[in-house]
């Protein structure tokens, strides 16, 4: 590798190094921990690259002032064959070319070091999370976790939408908000919240009723990822966002926690793989009793307003569920692979555990499957 004279690098700040002693041969042994990875280097002299090297790569200085720097201390060839190893194995890094705001935003970099050491090029990985625009839909719960876990993985925009005003019930998992918030809009709150995280995220409130496809399509049109938590809106809402997110090509993402357990996905995206009414309707088909499912299910549909009364749950389930919600879409952004692409992810509460289940295509879908004979959907 031929190395840029020019190019600024900056040591990984998780990275712990250690130099061991030199064993019977007389080699040392340099060991590079991450959270993720252990490396280890054995060579000559090893103690003066730490002392020597590794104080410059502060990301001040190129490779070539970091040449001069050292001078006659250590040799070109010595110093290559230090720097291509950092480099090859992403211990090192290109420094933020923007620094004026690295103060407020210094929290970041413990995450973007992480990304940088996954593979991604750190500014590419900024920038791509900084364009993320996605749409929140539920902020009684799982949806209020998942909105401030975004806003602290550095996604530029966030849409929180919901029409209802704060209860009692709702001041444990809005944590900070104090009772004197009850009566005001889940939005607002779930805004206010997310500025006084450092201001990199943009949040806008949605306060409008949403019960008609014309209001819910132009909160659809901007944005690459919808989320819906389905323990803070109505089941009519999450019905009727799972069929506009299909007709208008929207990656949808449900969760949500009731009771003792909690459930992600599946994502929806495609006419050719299930949508939330497909895993729903075989939900039901499942139940013990599917009748009296199917109409505590429909008794819900036709209130068309979120009923928590109904939904008793776990706070702890409504986190954990607001969490993956939350690392679903960062991963999505990322373009990493999606665990609840086709599969439902069932978090068991009791028990500690995590399930991936395949969610299959129900026949027949009025939202998802293409009707026999004229081709319709």
């Known amino acids: 590798m031929k190395l840029n004279d020019g190019k600024r690098l900056r040591l990984l700040e998780h990275v712990v190094i250690n130099v061991m002693p030199a064993d019977c041969s007389g080699e040392e042994s340099m060991i590079f921990n991450t959270t993720r990875r252990t490396l280890r280097v054995q060579g000559q ?9 590794l104080p410059l790569l502060d990301g001040s200085r190129t490779i070539g002032e970091i040449r001069n720097a050292i001078g006659e201390q250590l040799t070109d060839s010595s110093l290559n064959q230090c720097l291509e190893f950092l480099m090859d194995n992403r211990l090192v890094e290109e420094p933020l070319e923007n620094t004026d705001d690295l103060d407020s935003r210094a929290y970041l970099l413990p995450q973007i070091s992480l990304y940088h050491e996954l593979g991604f090029d750190q500014k590419d990985a900024r920038k791509n999370l900084a364009n993320a625009r996605i749409a929140v839909f539920g902020l009684g719960g799982s949806g209020l976790i998942a909105a401030i876990n975004l806003a602290t993985a550095g996604i530029g925009f966030v849409r929180l939408c919901d029409d209802a005003c704060i209860l009692p019930a709702d001041s444990l998992m809005m944590s900070g908000s104090g009772l004197n918030k009850i009566g005001t809009f889940r939005s607002v709150e779930a805004a206010r919240q ?9 949040a806008e409130i949605v306060t409008d009723g949403l019960n008609d496809d014309a209001t819910i399509n132009s909160l ?7 989320i ?71 008794l819900l549909n036709r209130e068309r307003r979120s009923q ?66 004229n081709g319709k959907r």
């Open 308 to 373: 928590p009364r109904l939904r008793e749950n776990l706070p702890i389930g409504q986190m954990l569920v607001g969490s993956y919600l939350a690392l679903e879409a960062v991963k999505m952004m990322l373009g990493l692979a999606i665990a609840t692409d086709g599969k439902l992810l069932h978090i068991d509460l009791l028990g500690t555990k995590l399930t991936h289940n395949v969610v299959l295509k129900k026949p027949g879908c009025p939202h998802c499957s293409v009707k026999i004979g």
């Open 194 to 202: 997310i500025e006084s995280i450092g201001g990199i995220t943009e």
């Open 228 to 298: 819906v938590a389905t323990d803070a809106v109505s089941v009519n809402l999450a019905y009727r966002l799972n069929r506009l997110c299909l007709k208008m090509q929207r990656p949808l993402l449900p969760g949500g926690a009731a009771g003792v357990e909690g459930t992600v996905g599946p994502l929806v995206f495609s006419q050719d793989k299930p949508c939330y009414l497909c895993y729903r309707m075989r939900s039901m088909a499942c139940s013990k009793f599917p009748e009296a499912e199917l109409a505590v299910e429909q």
């Open 220 to 226: 659809l049109e901007d944005v690459d990822l919808v």
């Open 45 to 53: 002299a090893l103690h003066n690259v730490e002392n020597i090297v």
